[in-house]
C-alpha cells in the first residue's frame, strides 16, 4: 500500500490489535495456495469537515461475494465488517484520506481445498492524492501476456492469486520503460491494466470493456460511467480491439488506487495531444466532488466517520 506509515491500530480474528501484531501465518492455505480475497477502501476529507469512507457497503457487498467463490464455509457479515472498519478509523483518529485493505484468507495450516478457519486481517495507512500522476497521466504498454479468464481464475472476484497476472503484465511494462501495462484477453481484446479498468474516448462516445470482458466488476469504473451517463456523454460497454486504444482521442484507468488517471501515451503512440483531455478532465471533478461530499450522492457512498470503535 503506497502512502505514510501504517496506522498504529488493525484488527485481526475479532481484536482490535497494534498493527504490527497483524500477520498471516506462514503455512496457512492463504498463503500457501493465496486462497485469500481483498477489498481496498478509501476515506476520504470532506470539503465540510471529516472524514468519510467511499461506498462502504459496495464493498462489503463484493467481499461477501469473492469470499463465496473462494468457498469459505464462514464468510463474514458485511454489516459486522463495515462496523469494524468505521471503529477502526475512528481508534485511528484519522483526519486525513486514507487507504484500508481487508483480507480475508484460510486460515490454519490445511490443505489447498480447506475451506476454514476463516481468518481477517484489516490495515489502514494515509493516502494522500497523487496530483501529479492525476494532471500529468501515465504512459502504458500493452503487455504480451494475456488476461487470465472467468474459466481459470475468475478476474471478477478480487482475489489474491488474480493479481500475479497483473504483476507479469507491470514488471514487462517498467523494464521496457513505461508505467504500467495494458493487458488483452486471449481473444485479443482490451481487458484492463493491473489494478485498474480501462475507459476510452472514440468520437464523442466513452467505450469501456463490458464485466464479461475479463475485468473485475469495479466500483470506481460504476461511478465514473454513472456520472458520465448523468453528464450526457454516450457510454458504451462493449468489446474493445487494441487499436482503438490508438485511435481514441482519451484514454483512462479507473480505480480505487489510480482513482481517474488519464492515460498519455500507449506503446509509442500518443493518445490525443499527449496531456489529460476534457472527459477526462470532468470526469475527475465530478470523481472528487462525489467523494469529498461537495455534490449530493446516492444513498450509502459516503458514510462518516462518526461510530464508536466496535469489535
Known sequence: MAGGQICATGWQNGSFVPSEAVTLPLLAPGVTYAASVFEGIRAYRQDAGGVALF????????????????????????????????????????TED???????????????TARGPTG??????????????????V????SSWRRIGDNASPPRVKAAANYFNGRLAGLQAKA??????????????VAESPGAC??????????????????????????????????????????????????ASEVMLVGTGMEVTP????????????????????????????????????????TQITQEPST
Open 55 to 94: 461506498r462502504l457497503d459496495d464493498h462489503m457487498a463484493r467481499l461477501r461475494q469473492s469470499c463465496n467463490v473462494l468457498g469459505l464455509d464462514d464468510i463474514p457479515d458485511p454489516a459486522h465488517m463495515a462496523r469494524v472498519t468505521c471503529g477502526l478509523m475512528t481508534r485511528n483518529d484519522v
Open 98 to 112: 486514507t487507504y484500508i485493505r481487508l483480507q480475508v484468507y484460510v486460515d490454519g495450516d490445511g490443505d489447498m
Open 120 to 137: 481477517i486481517a484489516i490495515l489502514a495507512r494515509p493516502r494522500p492524492q497523487l496530483t501529479a500522476r492525476l494532471e500529468k497521466g
Open 139 to 142: 504512459r502504458c504498454q500493452v
Open 176 to 189: 521496457d520503460g513505461y508505467d504500467t501495462a495494458l493487458i488483452l484477453t486471449e481473444d485479443g481484446k
Open 198 to 247: 480501462v475507459l476510452l474516448v472514440r468520437d464523442g462516445v466513452l467505450l469501456t470493456p463490458p464485466v464479461t470482458g475479463g475485468i473485475l466488476e469495479s466500483l470506481t469504473r460504476d461511478t465514473v460511467l454513472r456520472h458520465a451517463r448523468e453528464a450526457g456523454v454516450k457510454v458504451a460497454e462493449r468489446l474493445v480491439d487494441r487499436t482503438e486504444l490508438y485511435a
Open 263 to 302: 492515460v498519455v501515451g500507449i506503446d509509442r503512440f500518443r493518445i490525443g495531444d499527449g496531456t489529460r483531455g476534457p472527459v477526462t478532465g470532468a470526469l475527475q471533478d465530478s470523481y472528487f466532488a462525489t467523494l469529498r461530499g461537495s455534490v449530493p450522492t446516492p444513498d450509502g457512498w459516503l
